[in-house]
């Protein structure tokens, strides 16, 4: 960029790419599996505690009303039932729920004065069992005064008075409104030869796992700690959070986490469920477990994506060279704000997509609706804005003739100029953008589909060939969540993460992780990073979760960060550990430590055949036999270290914003590449081939990885043809449901999707490791559109809009048809 | 997302069943297979105070051909009659029908006799037993009644059974040989309810088709065989402009409203398409079997 | 409330618990039984997480209710292998990385144990077929379909050696 002044902090890289490898790099099998596939994975609903009691909610059927009077009589009476709060009652024992925006948007687990969005909870209930609870919640008489249902955020907005979900923040609906601007636009824009211009529609779709969110909550009234069982991440980061809620001292609310089944960002930071759960274990003295429902989950998880309109223009110049991009985007962010507009900050560390593009501009308003409120979901906002500059890309070489690769690939950004900042301020740490556009138009077989589609068209058939190549931002930073706010709030800086790892007398380790599972594979990753570094047997590994009283520092997994994190972590801790162990054996081999190294689960002297002590005899000497060794303190008792690594490389934003600083800097590049066939009758999308190319830097399981490419792009089909929240005019949601909602199955998702990888590692983590765990779901919409697109050329169908159900599709082919 | 609660009863005999739905009046409901009745209850939308379990009825599970007719039990899964030899030989239509309902699992349990008792307007079976001429047999206190599958399903979830009668079997008359047949359908996924599903059987004699049958789900309230469409084929010859037209009068004839998954506009494209692909499809199987 | 006793032969034992007739089988294999290998996904029978088997057949169990399964014989997903003797169909699902985040799975796997023993040599297209009614938000599917094809060649190596 022109800006070369701009510091990049020095690599903390410590373990180089390239080396050779025994563990890392391999399609290890996962250590994870074997209790999951015997049904003994212990998830929050498996949590049973004696005298334990369940809960129900009583939802809210309006979506924006006042709460006039609650009867709860009825249902205290029904035999069965322990309690049954109002948010009068929840709100004398619990304060709001944490929000990271500012000024805070307030948000009560439960209701007080008036309900926001259907499904908002309005009572709770605590019973003998979840059936009883439920029967309960029907019995309670409830009077609401509706007020104006807001539905679409463009009329939003604009509504004043009682349209307003929240008076107490001024008389508006409108959470946020900013404009930023990076770079000479207005210049770039007047010096533009060509300007493309686009309105595009991404729909509010949503994580939704087959697992929902759940928690056992104790109350011991003795010590006046809570003990929260709950399937939530990001505990040992914000978790202490909930105490503030929950009205106690950080110390006395233990989370002790549960693995998740599937979480998405869905469950990066439960709080109402627990906050539910813990309030009721409070007024019942006996434990009690709340787990959504389906329907909970649909209606109220607090987790829906996004959901925004955008106006766009892209400027060229006279070489076609994209110089400048401007939009205007509406958000339509629900009822709550509880990451504030985070998605956007996600959004910003990339929004120029692999291209070098000197200025852009986003005007961005936040509005609050009645709906669900955002929270996270895969891309965490940045898959809309990789759907939005592709969808530009392919709308400039539609309408001026330009071929949608080579003119990509001639506004790549070079490998030679990386690092490479984009005018936001971020920083892209490396990449190959042409070698994995390449790679993919080879493994496609790029120019015989074309000729394929050429020869199907002449029998009336529609087939297109997608193309996408865009951005994987990974290993998120902190800043990006107050660092768009007029005033920063709590402007934190750190978003570490810890592992402690512990060598027990006889040799083996155990890891202890911060964040539990939730589909991904943290196990196996830390299991065969930590083998690789003390050329440990995996088999002697094992993999465990703090709670958070045992917790060290740690965020969790979540822009794709877990595994470039942990490794950091694991590196730091092993390298404690060899230390020690070389300082042991160095005294019992008589050599001096730098003399030593590990091979093969042993420590040995270089070059000196059979001085040597296994692992697991240097540990038994750390633990039982301190006086074989001298009297300093390197050598006490114990082989364990805890650790915690700090993101790799971030910088401060600037006071004006105009900078937004190195926040999201190890990019990760893909270039998906769909063929469909389109029914043009009945607008029915069928996937021929799938293509998917992706650069993580630095692989530390294939297998996995290809698993979360294909698992991210099933997703991002749904997001692309199937699935969207439809809310109606009176914000009733109406497709609260499996059968209505329509997830993916086996027979929507292309038989085979190919994965391939170019290798670009990265030069500030350790290895050269990248995040790769959102890619799929922030490739594939793009390149759905650009294919639906391709293949409907000859009725001239625009793309601009998503979910491309079957029915919206046959609309639009309808509506050329009538035109031509 | 829990069910309300009832009382529960087994029934160990059909007289049983009806007895006890006669003594207990309404709200009470017949427990099949429950794959249409326990999700309507899980999600509240089915509240009966007495479920009557006829499920272990095993004597009802039955599939056979007997004097040309395809004889089903009201107890019969989906899969004992998509896997049956007596289906396919008789009622082959059937079958390919099938392959369009639900899911395996599903198919396991639900049966026949609930799935049209509960006449879901988007289901299929309702549709493919009209056009097969079925007929049904409700057993009531005061015996049993035969109803054509035109007259049983009255609207959509609402059919000729009494709340204190119970359906016992369906009948088929077997398809005539050389008959050419076809069922296509639109839904969001394989095996969800269709948005618009088409079913056609005709035969054609001396190069003129009769014996047309041909209906339509999604293309109004309810399931609904096409008489003007069949009157329009009958007789004629069967040329590709005949079935276009016909297929256009199918969708004047069409009177769909909008849903959450499709607007009528669509559903009118889904009719013209699947109506045009099942006579065409229909015509082309009777050429393959020669008998034209 | 009235509560009644149910006895249901789940993996070869006898359970029994007073339970409402409403309880679904879901819950009685979870609660009562306290196996909690089957999963619940969405209690509206979409999604296939919470599928056994009854005689045999697979079944939802959040579409039945415990009552109704009486002198059926129920059979869940920790009827299958144990770890250190995983059932050839899950060394297949582990070996193919047929699961993610395991909440599909026990559903996947007496789906794919019921479909194997009716067609012990099935084309991918069958495979697609038989799951089509189970879902999986974390795979995308495609590694399911491996393992059930790669289960089916070790159930058929293991039927040769017995």
């Not at chain 1, 009945?682 to 990885?705: R, S």
Request: with cysteine.
């Amino acid at each position: 960029m022109k800006d070369q002044t701009r510091r990049i902090p020095a690599s903390r890289q410590r373990e180089k790419p390239g080396q050779k490898t025994k563990w890392i790099g391999t399609d290890m099998k996962r250590v994870e599996d074997p209790r999951l596939l015997t049904g003994q994975g212990r998830y929050a609903d498996d949590v049973s505690v004696p005298g334990m009691l369940h809960a129900a909610t009583l939802s809210s059927p309006h979506a924006h009303a006042r709460i006039i009077s609650i009867d709860v009589s009825k249902a205290r009476a029904l035999p069965g039932v322990v309690a049954v709060m109002t948010g009068e009652a929840v709100a004398r024992l619990t304060g709001p729920l944490p929000c990271f925006s500012n000024p805070p948007v307030e948000q009560r687990c439960v209701a007080i004065d008036r309900v926001r969005h259907v499904g908002e909870p309005v009572a709770i209930i605590a019973a003998e069992s979840r059936y009883i609870a439920e029967d309960a919640a029907r019995l309670i008489e409830v009077e609401y005064e509706p007020l104006p249902a807001m539905n679409d955020p463009r009329k939003a907005m604009h509504a004043i008075g009682e349209g307003v979900l929240h008076p107490a923040r001024g008389d508006t609906n409108v959470a946020m409104h900013r404009n930023f601007s990076f770079g000479d636009v207005a210049g770039d824009f007047a010096r533009a030869t060509r300007v493309v211009k686009r309105s595009l529609r991404w729909a509010r779709s949503g994580a939704q796992p087959l697992e929902t969110c759940g928690a056992v909550s104790e109350y011991d009234s003795a010590t006046g700690k809570f003990t929260i069982h709950v399937n939530s991440s990001m505990y040992n980061y914000v978790g202490w959070l909930l105490a503030v809620t929950l009205g106690v001292p950080v110390h006395k609310l233990n989370i002790i986490p549960t693995i998740a089944g599937g979480s998405f960002g869905s469950k990066l930071f439960i709080h109402k469920v627990p906050v539910i759960s813990a309030v009721l274990a409070r007024e019942t003295g006996r434990p009690v477990k709340y787990l959504e429902d389906r329907s909970d989950n649909i209606l109220a998880c607090d987790h829906h994506g996004s959901d925004r309109f955008y106006d766009c223009e892209l400027a060229l110049d006279h070489n076609d060279k994209m110089i400048s991009m401007r939009c205007k985007v509406i958000d339509d962010y629900g009822a709550y704000f509880q990451f504030d507009i985070g998605h956007h900050g996600n959004a910003l560390s990339q929004i120029t997509g692999p291209y070098q593009i000197g200025s852009v501009e986003a005007d961005i308003t936040a509005v609050m609706t009645n709906k669900c409120q955002q929270g996270a979901y895969r891309g965490f906002g940045s898959e809309v804005s990789n759907y939005v500059m592709e969808r530009m890309v392919d709308a400039a070489c539609s309408e001026f003739g330009l071929d949608p690769v080579e003119f990509r690939r001639k506004n790549f950004i070079k490998p030679e100029q990386f690092p490479y900042f984009i005018p936001t301020g971020n920083l892209y740490d490396s990449g190959n953008y042409p070698a994995v556009l390449d790679k993919a138009l080879q493994m496609l077989d790029y120019d015989g589909w074309r000729n394929k589609q050429k020869e199907a068209r002449k029998e009336g058939r529609y087939i297109g060939i997608g193309l996408a190549t865009c951005q994987e931002r990974s290993v998120f930073s902190a800043t990006e969540f107050w660092m768009l706010n007029h005033e920063a709030g709590f402007a934190l800086t750190s978003s570490p993460e810890g592992v402690k790892v512990k060598i027990d007398p006889t040799g083996n380790a155990v890891i202890t992780l911060q964040a539990p599972f939730w589909g991904n594979s943290p196990e196996t990753m830390a299991t065969m990073i930590l083998a690789e570094h003390l050329t440990m047997d995996p088999a002697n590994i094992s993999v465990t979760y703090a709670d958070t009283d045992s917790g060290i520092a740690g965020t969790g997994p979540g822009g794709s960060r877990f595994t470039v994190m942990v490794a950091g972590a694991i590196v730091s801790a092993s390298q404690v550990i060899r230390k020690k162990l070389f300082l042991l054996a160095a005294h019992l081999l008589d050599a001096d430590p730098s003399e030593m190294e590990l091979f093969d689960g042993k420590v040995r002297v270089k070059g000196r055949q059979g001085a040597e002590k296994s692992i697991a005899d240097l540990a038994m000497m750390a633990h039982f036999f301190r006086l074989s060794f001298p009297d300093t303190p390197e050598f006490d008792t114990g082989l364990d270290a805890s650790c915690t690594y700090d993101h790799p490389l971030t910088t401060m934003p600037s006071e004006d914003r105009k900078d937004l600083g190195i926040f999201y800097p190890i990019m990760g590049h893909m270039c998906h590449m769909p063929v469909v066939e389109i029914d043009v009758e009945t607008g029915k999308v069928k996937f021929l081939d799938y293509v998917a190319v992706h650069d993580c830097g630095t692989i530390v399981n294939p297998m996995t990885l290809a698993g979360h490419v294909r698992g991210g792009t099933a997703q991002g089909i749904g997001s692309a043809i199937y699935e969207e929240y439809k809310y109606a005019d009176d914000g009733q949601l109406l497709n609260a449901n499996f059968a209505d909602y329509i997830l993916p199955s086996v027979n929507e998702v292309p038989p085979n999707v190919r994965v391939g990888h170019v290798v670009t590692p990265s030069p500030f983590t350790e290895y050269g490791i990248k995040g790769g765990g959102e890619g799929g779901r922030m490739g594939a919409p793009p390149a759905i559109a650009s294919a639906i697109e391709d293949a409907l050329k000859p009725f001239g169908v625009k793309a601009d809009f998503l979910p491309l159900t079957p029915a919206k599709l046959r609309g639009l082919i309808r509506q050329a048809t009538a035109n031509q | 997302m829990k069910p309300w609660p009832f009382e529960y009863h087994r029934a160990n005999s059909i007289e049983d069943a009806i007895a006890t739905l006669g003594r207990h009046g309404e709200g009470a409901r017949l427990l099949a297979g429950g794959q249409s009745l326990i999700p309507m209850m899980n999600l509240g939308l089915a509240t009966p105070d007495l479920v009557v379990d006829v499920g272990n009825l095993s004597d009802l599970a039955y599939v056979l051909v007997e004097d040309g007719v395809l004889r089903i039990g009201a107890l019969a899964t989906h899969n004992t009659i998509m896997e049956a030899d007596a289906s396919a030989s008789a009622c082959p239509m059937l079958v390919v029908a099938y392959h369009s309902v639900a899911h395996h699992t599903i198919r396991n349990r639900g049966t026949l006799g609930g799935n049209i008792c509960h006449a879901d307007p988007a289901s299929e079976m309702p549709l493919v037993l009209t056009l097969l001429d079925a007929s049904m047999v409700i057993r009531g206190a005061r015996g049993e009644r035969v109803v054509a599958a035109g007259n049983f399903f009255i609207d959509a979830f609402e059919t000729e059974v009494e709340p204190a009668e119970m359906l016992t079997e369906i009948r088929i008359p077997a398809q005539a040989a050389g008959e050419g047949y076809a069922f296509e359908e639109m839904s969001q996924r394989k095996g969800d309810f269709a948005i618009v599903s088409a079913g056609c059987r005709l035969s054609i004699r001396k190069g003129q088709m009769t014996n047309v049958r041909f209906g339509l789900t999604g293309a109004g309230a309810q399931t609904r065989r096409m008489s003007v469409v069949e009157a329009k084929l009958e007789g004629a010859g069967p040329d590709d402009r005949l079935l276009a037209e016909a297929a256009e009068l199918a969708v004047v004839n069409s009177d769909p409203s909008d849903d959450i998954h499709a607007d009528a506009a669509y559903r009118l494209d889904l009719v013209r398409t699947m109506s045009r692909r099942v006579l065409a499809a229909a015509v082309r199987m009777t050429a393959k079997q020669g008998a034209l | 409330m009235r509560t009644q006793k149910v006895e249901l032969t789940i993996n070869g034992t006898t359970y029994s618990g007073h339970v409402e007739p409403r309880m679904l089988l879901s819950d009685f294999i979870r609660q009562v039984a306290r196996l909690t290998g089957t999963h619940v996904g969405c209690e509206h029978g979409v999604c296939g997480a919470c599928t056994v088997q009854i005689d045999g057949k697979t079944a939802r169990s959040c579409l039945t209710f415990a009552v109704q399964a009486e002198g059926h014989d129920i059979r869940t997903v920790e009827a299958l292998g144990k770890q250190g003797a995983l059932h050839p169909i899950q060394e297949a699902f582990w070996e193919k990385h047929g699961l993610q985040c395991g909440y599909c799975t026990p559903g996947m796997l007496m789906r794919a144990e019921e479909f194997l023993a009716s067609n012990p040599t099935p084309s991918r297209e069958d495979i697609i077929e038989a799951i089509s009614g189970n879902l999986c938000r974390c795979t995308g599917y495609q590694t399911i379909v491996d393992a059930i094809e790669h289960a089916a060649t070790l159930l058929k190596s293991q039927t040769a050696e017995a």
